[in-house]
């Protein structure tokens, strides 16, 4: 059995989107009603505090101190989805941080595999900007931080049902991480056509799929078996994290994609079996309550057992 890790803080509730938001703390109170069935096969793990020095690997250097001052004013909606309120900096700062811890860990050798259930998400906040529920762009920070640890090549799977489009341009001009993702399209956030293949250096180092309304389980089987794994083997990467969005579900509110949760099983089954590497799961969307926690834990006896 392989060495799980689970990372999560309280600090994750407080980050407060208001009444009826989707994006709620709920969804990480419904994901550890399930993991908590199977939490003595896991090393629980705290997430740290990153700084703004961490979030500028990614980010703008001067966007931290905005967004705390937005925050710490009250709170305000940064675009017309995304709100952020007093406790939102702290939160979003460690919600970094979780994949900071993870990359440590993985490098000591205490742990093999982590999943980081956090929020805010990340994958479609952008330079010096916060969008789609995202005010730090987590699994990207990751990603950078990784390389200053010696894995040098990174690969980043994104199959939430919206397209990372954060995660893309960060890594849009660079050959050293690879972005493959499958989502819903055409849809929001509008991004994530066939024809984005990276530029400069980084041509062929973005690989997106696109997939129509109403896509299923064997479409996805057949992408993440035959399609994504000669990328990797081609690209040899030293660590693959994978932002876990959720609401590619059927029982999904917010998309219309029809895959269900043994699909998401099998998902990750052909995600982890692709190299013998560490990986990092991180939280990104899934809005129905029960299909979100029961996909979390299938996904974390995947990543037990694979
Ligand atoms: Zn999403």
Redesign the pocket.
């Known amino acids: 059995m392989k060495r799980v890790g689970y990372i999560y803080d309280d600090i994750y509730l407080k980050h407060d989107t208001g009444e009826g938001h989707p994006e709620s703390p709920n969804r990480l109170v419904a994901i550890n009603e399930y993991v908590d069935l199977i939490k003595e096969k896991l090393i629980i793990i705290k997430p740290r505090r990153a700084t703004a020095k961490d979030v500028a690997l990614v980010h703008d250097q001067y966007y931290p101190q905005e967004i705390m001052d937005l925050c710490s004013a009250g709170g305000t909606y940064l675009d017309p989805d995304t709100r952020c309120s007093i406790f939102s900096y702290e939160a979003a700062l460690y919600a970094v941080g979780a994949g900071l811890e993870a990359v440590d860990r993985i490098k000591r050798g205490e742990v093999d595999r982590v999943f980081a259930a956090v929020r805010p998400p990340g994958h479609h906040a952008e330079y010096s900007k916060a969008m789609g529920f995202c005010i730090f762009n987590n699994i990207a920070i990751a990603a950078r931080y990784a390389q200053k640890q010696g894995f040098e090549k990174v690969f980043i799977i994104d199959f939430?049902?919206?397209h990372g489009n954060g995660t893309q341009k960060a890594f849009y001009e660079d050959d050293t991480v690879f972005y493959f993702s499958t989502h819903e399209y055409p849809f929001y956030p509008g991004t994530g056509s066939k024809e984005e293949k990276g530029t400069g250096k980084g041509y062929g180092y973005t690989y997106n799929v696109p997939l129509p309304a109403g896509t299923g389980d064997d479409v996805y089987e057949k992408v993440y078996s035959e399609e994504l794994p000669p990328l990797i083997d081609n690209f040899d990467p030293d660590i693959i994290m994978v932002s876990a969005?959720y609401?590619l579900h059927m029982d999904d509110p917010?998309?219309y994609l029809e895959v269900s949760t043994e699909g998401i099983g099998k998902i990750v089954e052909n995600i982890l079996k692709t190299k013998d590497v560490p990986f990092l799961f991180m939280l990104?969307?899934g809005y129905n309550l029960i299909a979100l926690g029961e996909s979390v834990k299938l996904t974390i006896e995947k990543m037990l057992e694979i």
């Open positions: 939430d049902a919206h969005g609401d917010l998309t990104e969307g």
